[in-house]
């Protein structure tokens, strides 16, 4: 018998997972750096840079004026020429000001020129609403993203998830849109001590069940393993699939449980009209349908701009309970 | 300047005349598809910023960039495979006209998006910076990308950190159809870059000395660690925006006419010969050289084979992770 013992996981903060990952990976290469607006001075305005100006420097923590498209087009023109930068757009909702320079040049240089030249870019941002910020600052359009060819999307739900696929979004020499919740910030898990990474491209189940398997990326996460908790008193064991990574997206994972349990469903923040939710429930139709006993059902945002007001807000995003109700019509209870 | 030079600039400007004018030729003949942008009229722009920099230095700039490519030198062979969509073009073929890339020449692209490469100039000047190599960014645009949130963001940028890079915009006067004067506020480009405190130049981009002289000083500057400058170069496309704009919707054939007069391989041409130093068997020398360069340009995109099927979705991704 071995008397070896692995270090015990520490319980740790998604922010502070993320500022570990950078920390990690900027002591690891120096050709990593970060920029973006508020990230050195100011630690971030969700403070995941905090003390990195302090160990690093002003090369490598750099500070920017508010200018999303050179933000990202310089960190596009910095990784073709060698370093491997993390840009820091505050939210998902301004990343559409940088949206030509995501989409026209991130995503198509690798292809465009006939595979001479790659973009090894990560795109830190915070996607989801939630905190009553209305409705510019409460969008998600991660599914947007994984829309697009040449770009990959990681969405990691537990503290542990985000810090292994941070670094491994780093390394990777692709660009990678890495999408973080204002709402899991603070919240805690296990992180292992010593080095590793999380590939991106694997689903992880999160709770086994035999009945209904429930689909879902970031915050919902959590509500779907709340909702399976409260199935669980009523008899149905719900399986849980945390997506982790939308492109590539490991809809294997995903088929092989639903083969399984027959019923399923997926679970997002964003608009439900083209959302991701709708591309997961077309691959189960596609792939798995002769093994459904009923139709997928899709939970996500209401079809319309966030409201300010709580209440409103409240209705407009999914909840536990919708995804019970779900569940149970799937099931006929 | 010495004469071996200028022979030189006479060659490159006639090479990418000649190669331009078989291109409308291969387009006709629909060997090649999508859209062309010819970079007739402009030669000197190309040459004189080129033969500035070193080896080691990037080019990056827009969809008008057959000139460029070839005054960088990128092979003519594998440019016009690239316009024929085969396999041995300079971006294999996935790019086309308006994506050219040579990275082992530090050609780092032809994009397509008005004002989109200039945040990327940004950021391959950061990239020489934070290494320590010393490169200096060449960002070619038009007088259509200077209304763009892009070159805004790209020039306060650029000047904030004190990267290395030479914006070169080459005021051909027409953004597609517009003329410069209805759409911009401020029609002299050069001015443009004050409010950032970079410093601007206008030249006469017809004549390839003056182009030259004008990139080498910015690049000079740039190199010794000063502000980027910003070169505006006057210039005039003789065809359509592309081979599709029926140009005598906009302008007026006495323009035309009048910049005709100042043509840059004309100008060089007479200059040299009134010095005595391109005597009429060394011109039609030339001439029969660079023609043949073309036809065998011609010739290896046509040989050349097609795409396979399996490279549709090849070069999407890295697979190194």
Same mark, same amino acid.
């Given at each position: 018998?071995?008397?070896?013992?692995?270090?015990? $996981?520490? !319980?740790?903060?998604?922010?502070?997972?993320?500022?570990?990952?950078?920390?990690?990976?900027?002591?690891?290469?120096?050709?990593?750096?970060?920029?973006?607006?508020?990230?050195?001075?100011?630690?971030?305005?969700?403070?995941?840079?905090?003390?990195?100006?302090?160990?690093?420097?002003?090369?490598?923590?750099?500070?920017?004026?508010?200018?999303?498209?050179?933000?990202?087009?310089?960190?596009?023109?910095? /990784?073709?020429?060698?370093?491997?930068?993390?840009?820091?757009?505050?939210?998902?909702?301004?990343?559409?000001?940088?949206?030509?320079?995501?989409?026209?040049?991130?995503?198509?240089?690798?292809?465009?020129?006939?595979?001479?030249?790659?973009?090894?870019?990560?795109?830190?941002?915070?996607?989801?609403?939630?905190?009553?910020?209305?409705?510019?600052?409460?969008?998600?359009? !991660?599914?947007?993203?994984?829309?697009? $060819?040449?770009?990959?999307?990681?969405? $990691?739900?537990?503290?542990?998830?985000?810090?292994?696929?941070?670094?491994?979004?780093?390394?990777?020499?692709?660009?990678?849109?890495?999408? !973080?919740?204002?709402?899991?910030?603070?919240?805690?898990? $296990?992180?292992?001590?010593?080095?590793?990474?999380?590939?991106?491209?694997?689903?992880?189940?999160?709770?086994?069940?035999?009945?209904?398997?429930?689909?879902?990326?970031?915050?919902?996460?959590?509500?779907?393993? /709340?909702?399976?908790?409260?199935?669980?008193?009523?008899?149905?064991?719900?399986?849980?699939?945390?997506?982790?990574?939308?492109?590539?997206?490991?809809?294997?994972?995903?088929?092989?449980?639903?083969?399984?349990?027959?019923?399923?469903?997926?679970?997002? !923040?964003?608009?439900?009209?083209?959302?991701?939710?709708?591309?997961? /429930?077309?691959?189960?139709?596609?792939?798995?349908?002769?093994?459904?006993?009923?139709?997928?059902?899709?939970?996500?945002?209401?079809?319309?701009?966030?409201?300010?007001?709580?209440?409103?807000?409240?209705? /407009?995003?999914?909840?536990?309970?919708?995804?019970?109700?779900?569940?149970?019509?799937?099931?006929?209870? | #300047?010495?004469?071996?030079?200028?022979?030189?600039?006479?060659?490159?400007? @006639?090479?990418?005349? &000649?190669?331009?004018?078989?291109?409308?030729?291969?387009?006709?003949?629909?060997?090649?598809?999508?859209?062309?942008?010819?970079?007739?009229?402009?030669?000197?722009?190309?040459?004189?910023?080129?033969? +500035?920099?070193?080896?080691?230095?990037?080019?990056?700039?827009?969809?008008?960039?057959?000139?460029?490519?070839?005054?960088?030198?990128?092979?003519?062979?594998?440019?016009?495979?690239? @316009?024929?969509?085969?396999?041995?073009?300079?971006?294999?073929?996935?790019?086309?006209? #308006?994506?050219?890339?040579?990275?082992?020449?530090?050609?780092?692209?032809?994009? +397509?998006?008005?004002?989109?490469?200039?945040?990327?100039?940004?950021?391959?000047?950061?990239?020489?910076?934070?290494?320590?190599?010393?490169?200096?960014?060449?960002?070619?645009?038009?007088?259509?990308?200077?209304?763009?949130?892009? %070159?805004? *963001?790209?020039?306060?940028?650029?000047?904030?950190?004190?990267?290395? =890079? =030479?914006?070169?915009?080459?005021?051909?006067?027409? +953004?597609?159809?517009?003329?410069?004067?209805?759409?911009?506020?401020?029609?002299?480009? %050069?001015?443009?870059?004050?409010?950032?405190?970079?410093?601007?130049?206008?030249?006469?981009?017809?004549?390839?000395?003056?182009?030259?002289?004008?990139?080498?000083?910015?690049?000079?500057? =740039?190199?010794?660690?000063?502000?980027?400058?910003? =070169?505006?170069?006057?210039?005039?496309?003789?065809?359509?925006?592309?081979?599709?704009?029926?140009?005598?919707?906009?302008?007026?054939?006495?323009?035309?006419?009048?910049?005709?007069?100042?043509?840059?391989?004309? &100008?060089?041409?007479?200059?040299?010969?009134?010095?005595? &130093?391109?005597?009429?068997?060394?011109?039609?020398?030339? *001439?029969?050289?660079?023609?043949?360069?073309?036809?065998?340009?011609? +010739? %290896?995109?046509?040989?050349?084979?097609?795409?396979?099927?399996?490279? @549709?979705?090849?070069?999407?991704?890295?697979?190194?992770?």
């Amino acid at each position: 018998m071995s008397t070896q013992t692995k270090p015990s $996981p520490v !319980e740790t903060t998604y922010r502070e997972a993320l500022n570990q990952a950078l920390r990690e990976e900027m002591r690891r290469d120096e050709r990593v750096f970060l920029l973006g607006e508020d990230i050195g001075v100011y630690g971030g305005v969700y403070a995941v840079t905090r003390g990195l100006l302090e160990e690093f420097g002003e090369r490598r923590v750099r500070d920017t004026p508010i200018a999303e498209s050179v933000i990202v087009g310089a960190g596009i023109g910095s /990784a073709m020429g060698g370093l491997r930068p993390v840009a820091e757009l505050q939210t998902i909702n301004f990343s559409l000001l940088a949206m030509d320079q995501i989409v026209n040049h991130a995503a198509k240089i690798r292809y465009m020129s006939g595979g001479q030249i790659c973009v090894p870019l990560t795109i830190r941002t915070v996607s989801g609403g939630g905190n009553q910020l209305a409705a510019q600052h409460s969008q998600s359009f !991660e599914g947007w993203y994984a829309s697009v $060819p040449g770009l990959k999307v990681a969405a $990691p739900f537990t503290p542990h998830d985000a810090k292994g696929l941070l670094k491994a979004s780093i390394r990777d020499d692709n660009p990678v849109i890495f999408i !973080e919740h204002s709402l899991l910030y603070s919240t805690r898990g $296990p992180v292992p001590p010593e080095e590793y990474l999380v590939p991106l491209g694997q689903a992880e189940v999160r709770r086994r069940g035999k009945n209904v398997t429930l689909v879902s990326y970031s915050r919902m996460v959590g509500l779907c393993l /709340a909702a399976a908790e409260k199935l669980a008193t009523e008899g149905i064991e719900a399986e849980v699939i945390d997506l982790r990574t939308l492109r590539p997206l490991d809809i294997e994972t995903v088929i092989a449980s639903v083969q399984r349990t027959k019923h399923a469903v997926v679970v997002e !923040e964003g608009w439900r009209t083209g959302g991701f939710g709708a591309e997961v /429930a077309s691959q189960i139709a596609e792939r798995a349908f002769d093994y459904l006993d009923a139709p997928v059902a899709r939970l996500a945002g209401a079809d319309c701009p966030m409201p300010y007001a709580k209440n409103l807000e409240l209705m /407009a995003l999914p909840s536990e309970e919708d995804i019970v109700a779900a569940a149970q019509g799937l099931l006929g209870r | #300047m010495g004469e071996e030079r200028l022979l030189e600039f006479l060659r490159r400007m @006639l090479l990418i005349r &000649r190669f331009e004018e078989k291109a409308a030729e291969m387009y006709a003949l629909g060997k090649i598809g999508g859209f062309l942008h010819l970079y007739i009229g402009e030669e000197a722009v190309a040459v004189g910023a080129m033969a +500035a920099l070193e080896p080691r230095d990037y080019v990056i700039t827009h969809y008008r960039e057959h000139g460029h490519a070839l005054a960088r030198g990128l092979e003519p062979g594998k440019i016009m495979a690239e @316009l024929f969509g085969k396999a041995t073009g300079v971006s294999r073929g996935k790019g086309g006209s #308006m994506h050219l890339f040579d990275a082992r020449r530090n050609f780092m692209g032809g994009y +397509a998006i008005v004002g989109g490469s200039l945040p990327l100039s940004v950021g391959l000047a950061l990239a020489s910076d934070y290494l320590g190599e010393g490169r200096v960014v060449l960002s070619v645009f038009g007088d259509g990308a200077v209304n763009q949130g892009e %070159f805004h *963001e790209s020039l306060n940028l650029a000047a904030l950190w004190h990267l290395p =890079v =030479v914006f070169l915009c080459e005021n051909n006067l027409y +953004a597609l159809s517009t003329p410069i004067e209805r759409a911009s506020a401020v029609t002299e480009v %050069f001015r443009r870059g004050e409010c950032y405190g970079i410093r601007g130049r206008q030249v006469d981009g017809m004549d390839v000395q003056a182009v030259y002289e004008a990139v080498e000083e910015a690049v000079a500057r =740039v190199r010794g660690g000063s502000k980027p400058v910003l =070169v505006e170069a006057l210039t005039y496309r003789y065809r359509g925006h592309s081979m599709a704009d029926p140009v005598q919707f906009y302008r007026k054939r006495q323009e035309e006419e009048k910049w005709k007069q100042w043509d840059p391989l004309l &100008r060089l041409r007479q200059r040299l010969e009134s010095q005595g &130093r391109l005597p009429p068997e060394l011109r039609s020398q030339m *001439e029969r050289e660079v023609e043949a360069e073309v036809e065998a340009a011609v +010739a %290896f995109a046509e040989e050349s084979p097609p795409l396979p099927a399996e490279e @549709l979705c090849h070069d999407v991704y890295s697979d190194k992770t």
